[in-house]
């Protein structure tokens, strides 16, 4: 049997990219070259599901790296010819290729009334706790001081088990989110600066991850969620758009995650300013996908600008998307001592205890931190509902719907009466 009449009778098999990688390494003669995969189980995962694989594969290796429940799905690293022959069983519902997400990196605060309601409702984010998928988080005086916020550690990079950030981008991110501005004095603070942090280590100190990974990293945080009083994940973090939502295991698990609860912010990507740019998982239809703005470090929000860099919609199948735009141009956030972007860019260093950060990797954390005040606010909302109130009340930027989504976030409607939820139109 040809090549691609192998491929053409197995496309069921096998998501989009996989069949692009499986092309190249027939095109480069190296298909004895181990592909990194997510192999998707019929049933629910067992270990009578892993013996029948193994036995059906006879010589062929395939060791399993991780266990993904939450998809039924294992990752592992197998040749061509090892992918010939699992696709023969039965028990093999789908296999994804495992790919690879980065950090989506390229005076925010006050601009979108953060801390107006800060002052004025005592609107903190307290009581709210925040799950930062990323590269870690380094124990800031701004996060631990006077009382830490880092209610959680877990690190399915290193598996250490103290927070710490390698790369320095999930320090910046967390801060964005609820930095309290201790060191600062209240110059650099989040628009949730009272929530707690659960900081997830699913990227690397290069700040990339596997798509395996960054699933049992949200797979953790469900399984947690009640025990840690979770309620947003905020994920800073995309890769290239190659298949639609429905084939992406990563954008699978976090369709999940807002099943399960968790409303979940997710960057577009620094893909702009062409059509079709945001990234995966920002398309996911679930997800609230946040685009970047220049906020011209002013506090009105009428000259704000979309950032060039900031990915635009529409997405497969042509959903409008990002949903959301926040500031994302010069952020002051806190600064990880010794990470890698640190040694890199000392010249980003705003005095000895921050950092300057662009990208939608920073529009992100802002609006998770605004999902904290609107929580606190309301904390019966749905995902569902917190994405519409906060969509419904965004600052219209006179933008095209797939540029800058329903408009710039924008909390001031929390200083009036609290949202009902039966008819959130009234809010």
């Known amino acids: 049997m040809s090549r691609q009449t192998w491929l053409y009778k197995n496309k069921d098999k096998f998501n989009r990219p996989l069949r692009k990688k499986i092309q190249q390494s027939y095109v480069s003669g190296r298909k004895s070259v181990s592909i990194p995969v997510i192999i998707q189980f019929q049933q629910k995962l067992s270990p009578s599901c892993l013996e029948s694989l193994q036995k059906h594969l006879e010589h062929h290796a395939c060791p399993i790296h991780r266990q993904l429940p939450l998809l039924n799905s294992v990752s592992s690293k197998v040749t061509v010819h090892c992918l010939i022959r699992m696709c023969s069983w039965n028990g093999v519902k789908k296999i994804y290729l495992d790919g690879i997400k980065k950090t989506s990196l390229y005076i925010a605060t006050p601009s979108i009334g953060s801390t107006a309601i800060q002052k004025k409702k005592g609107l903190t984010g307290k009581g709210i706790n925040i799950a930062i998928l990323d590269t870690g988080v380094y124990p800031h005086p701004d ?48 628009p949730a600066p009272e929530a707690g942090i659960v900081a997830v280590k699913v990227l690397d100190q290069d700040g990339n991850g596997f798509d395996s990974t960054i699933i ?46 968790l409303t979940v912010v997710v960057a577009a990507g620094n893909r702009g300013p062409g059509r079709s740019s945001i990234e995966s998982p920002g398309n996911s239809p679930l997800a609230i996908t946040v685009g970047a703005v220049d906020d011209r470090r002013t506090l009105v929000q009428s000259d704000d600008r979309i950032t060039s860099f900031s990915s635009r919609g529409p997405v497969h199948g042509g959903r409008v998307k990002p949903d959301l735009v926040a500031p994302g141009e010069t952020i002051v956030s806190l600064r990880a001592p010794c990470s890698q972007l640190d040694r890199e860019f000392p010249f980003l260093r705003i005095g000895k205890k921050y950092f300057v950060l662009s990208g939608t990797s920073m529009s992100t954390p802002i609006v998770s931190g605004a999902a904290a005040q609107l929580l606190q606010r309301n904390p019966s909302l749905s995902p569902k509902q917190v994405k519409a109130i906060l969509k419904r009340n965004a600052f219209r930027l006179k933008l095209g719907p797939n540029t800058a989504g329903s408009g710039e976030i924008n909390v001031r409607f929390l200083k009036g009466r609290p949202c009902r939820i039966k008819k959130p139109k009234q809010c």
């Open 143 to 190: 996060l631990t001081q006077p009382v830490n916020r880092i209610v959680a550690f877990k690190d399915w990079v290193n598996h250490k088990k103290r927070p710490y950030d390698d790369n320095g981008h999930g320090t910046h991110v967390a801060g964005d989110a609820a930095g309290n501005g201790l060191v600062s004095k209240g110059k650099y603070k989040g």
């Open 216 to 261: 049992k990293g949200i797979e953790w945080c469900i399984t947690n969620r009640k025990r840690l009083k979770l309620r947003i994940l905020s994920l800073s973090l995309g890769g290239p758009v190659s298949t639609s939502c429905e084939d992406d295991p990563l954008c699978q698990a976090v369709e999940k995650a807002v099943r399960a609860g």
